[in-house]
């Protein structure tokens, strides 16, 4: 069980905007630590997707967008496209565990 | 083009210790920006972070398997080490290292580059 919550499941049709949201509390996105995401395909390498809430490493198509607010961040795609089936997941750090966490993640479907 | 390379045996016996290194190349692991990192994926489950060292050597470890783990560097060969004792059956996973790029501070870091990932089983 995570210390951040993400929506098991998340779908929707090509060209079609989808968010995953990312659910902390008091002690990490909330404590106003930053959130980070990631896009991981089976078999391959865990990709950084969004860094510091809301920016784009070099590379990233700016469909993706990210965005946090109190105790929550989200993770927005538009214009849907089948390469984007993959998990999502959140990272941000805790201070009650005194480390970095992940959320459980989110899978991807695009119908 | 930074690159990590995960190494060590994919099969270990319950009760013994797995041991990975993660090769790094294209770049320093003495650099004062970055941290290193180990993570882990479970089958069937989420990523979860086991550990993470600076090149100085200060080490930071999940709270659920710091009693097991061992994070150690070797700047001369530019590498870093995974020692989990112990082990069970619970423990297999595909483990990944990663280097971690401090934000703001040490806490907002994040993971930017990764290695393709060692499958290792726990099994007799």
């Known amino acids: 069980q995570s210390v951040l919550t993400q929506p098991p499941s998340v779908s929707g049709a090509p060209g079609q905007r989808v968010t995953i949201s990312c659910t902390g509390s008091?002690?990490?996105?909330?404590?106003?630590?930053?959130v980070h995401w990631y896009q991981h395909l089976p078999g391959k390498a865990p990709k950084l997707l969004i860094y510091?809430?809301?920016n784009r490493p070099s590379g990233v198509p700016d469909r993706f967008s990210g965005s946090k607010s109190g105790t929550s961040a989200s993770l927005a795609i538009t214009g849907l496209q089948a390469e984007d089936e993959a998990d999502y997941y959140c990272?941000?750090?805790?201070?009650?565990?005194?480390?970095?966490?992940f959320g459980g993640g989110t899978k991807l479907t695009v119908l | 083009q930074l690159q990590l390379q995960e190494s060590g045996p994919g099969l270990v016996k319950p009760s013994e210790t797995l041991s990975l290194t993660c090769t790094v190349s294209?770049?320093?692991?003495?650099?004062?920006?970055?941290?290193w990192g180990w993570i882990r994926q479970s089958p069937g489950k989420g990523l979860e972070w086991i550990g993470t060292?600076?090149?100085?050597?200060?080490?930071y470890y999940n709270p659920s398997l710091k009693s097991r783990v061992t994070i150690s560097v070797d700047t001369s060969k530019n590498r870093f080490s995974l020692n989990l004792s112990s082990v069970t059956a619970a423990d297999t996973a595909v483990y990944y290292c990663?280097?971690?790029?401090?934000?703001?501070?040490?806490?907002?870091?994040?993971?930017?580059?990764w290695g393709q990932g060692s499958q290792v089983t726990v099994s007799s």
């Open positions: 990272q941000s750090y805790d201070s009650s565990l005194s480390g970095w966490v």
């Open positions: 990663a280097r971690q790029t401090k934000g703001m501070t040490v806490a907002g870091s994040y993971f930017d580059y």
């Open positions: 060292i600076y090149y100085s050597g200060s080490t």
């Open positions: 294209g770049g320093s692991i003495s650099s004062v920006s970055y941290y």
């Open positions: 008091s002690s990490n996105i909330g404590a106003a630590y930053d």
């Open positions: 510091t809430n809301s």
